[in-house]
């Protein structure tokens, strides 16, 4: 599996010196539904180091930086293209190539 980044996402992480991007499954439970969802964001040193050593996720070399990738199964393409997508103030991580 290849992680490839674009562009944008990866000038951003030069930029602001970002180094680490968590990959994980977040569930909303509701008395009526249950969804869960595929999640990217950006960590910082320490809590990369705790999803490490307590969560159990592996570290992987990204093209810029370090991928966190969860102990439990996760589909993933050949290729997972990752992206930077931006409103306003906020930098969201977009990610293709992955799925529950």
Do not use: C, N, W
Not at 69 to 89: A, E, G, H, W
């Amino acid at each position: 599996m290849i992680f490839e980044y674009s562009d944008k996402l990866k000038h951003y992480m030069h930029r602001t010196h970002k180094e680490y991007i968590l990959i994980e499954v977040v569930t909303a439970d509701t008395s009526d539904l249950e969804v869960s969802e595929i999640a990217t964001r950006f960590v910082d040193k320490k809590m990369a180091e705790h999803y490490i050593t307590k969560k159990r996720f592996r570290q992987v070399e990204g093209e810029i930086g370090k991928l966190l990738l969860p102990p439990y199964p996760i589909k993933y393409s050949d290729t997972v293209q990752l992206s930077l997508r931006s409103f306003l103030f906020f930098h969201l991580i977009t990610q293709k190539g992955m799925k529950l």
